[in-house]
C-alpha cells in the first residue's frame, strides 16, 4: 500500500474514532457521582489513546521508506484496541441506560 493512502485511510478512521468518542459523551446526558467520574475517566483514556494512534501517524509519516512498513503495523493494532474500548463502552451505555440519546 502506497504510504500517503494508508496514512489518509488512518486519518480517517481516527477521526471516525475521535467522532464516536465525542458521540458517547453526548449520549450521557448528565451522570452524577461515581458514573460520573467513571465516564469521564474513560472519555480521557479513550482521547488519550488516540492521541497515541495520531503520534504513531506522525511517526509513519516521517519514517524513511524501509521503515514505515513495520510503523504501520503499531498504528493499525492500535487503532483496532481503540475501536475496541469505544465499542466497549458504547455497549456499557446502552445496557445501563445511561444514554438517552
Known amino acids: 500500500m502506497i504510504r500517503k493512502s ?3 485511510k488512518v486519518e480517517d478512521r481516527l477521526g471516525r474514532l475521535e467522532d464516536e468518542i465525542d458521540h458517547l459523551r453526548t449520549r ?5 457521582g461515581d458514573i460520573r467520574d467513571r465516564v469521564d ?8 489513546k488516540a492521541e497515541a494512534v495520531r503520534d504513531r501517524i506522525r511517526a509513519v509519516e516521517s519514517a524513511g521508506a524501509s521503515d ?3 510503523l504501520k503495523n503499531a498504528v493499525d493494532d ?3 484496541e481503540l475501536g475496541r474500548i469505544i465499542d466497549e463502552a458504547a455497549e456499557r451505555i446502552r445496557k445501563t441506560g445511561s ?3
Open 6 to 8: 494508508y496514512l489518509r
Open 28 to 32: 450521557i446526558a448528565e451522570p452524577a
Open 41 to 48: 475517566r474513560e472519555i480521557r483514556d479513550m482521547r488519550s
Open 68 to 70: 514505515w512498513g513495520r
Open 78 to 80: 492500535r487503532l483496532k
Open 99 to 101: 444514554g438517552g440519546r
